[in-house]
């Protein structure tokens, strides 16, 4: 398969959550959709850290795992990449932080947002493709449907 080649080429929809999120509704977002991670956004609208799959699994060994939100457990340090980067070269950048997705972070109007995301899943899936027809739901120019939000708690 040599006809994507870019980060662009097959990143998909970066899922968000609000820092109050209870952890296990983190955790049934992450399984539902099939994410390694998902960005926390403030109020503002702006990136304030990112909850992965290891951030979940840390937050269940603690006492108190029952009141842990999203931001109790979030990761501040938000792993990003170029849309016009190889993907060989985002694949290291991966194995190089110990991480297993990358995000686009554009910023506009002073507020730096998660536009996309580039998965462990999304490579494997990839690398498994017997063709690019495969992949037609991957990629910048995909028309997406918005995610469906996870009920909120009162």
Do not use: K, W
């Amino acid at each position: 398969m040599t006809g994507r080649l870019l980060v662009r080429d097959l990143i998909g929809p970066a899922v968000t959550c609000a820092p109050d999120l209870p952890l296990a509704e983190v955790a049934r977002l992450l399984l539902t959709q099939h994410l390694e991670a998902v960005i926390v956004l403030n109020e503002d609208g702006h990136a304030v850290g990112m909850v992965s799959q290891d951030e979940v699994v840390e937050g269940y060994g603690r006492p108190n795992r029952d009141s842990l939100t999203a931001e109790a457990v979030m990761n501040e340090r938000i792993p990003q990449v170029r849309p016009d980067l190889p993907l060989a070269a985002a694949a290291q950048i991966m194995r190089d932080l110990g991480v297993r997705a990358l995000f686009v972070m554009p910023q506009r109007g002073g507020i730096t947002y998660p536009a996309a995301m580039l998965s462990y899943r999304q490579l494997l899936r990839h690398l498994a493709a017997r063709s690019d027809d495969e992949l037609n739901d991957l990629g910048i120019n995909v028309v997406r449907q918005p995610s469906p939000r996870p009920p909120t708690t009162p």
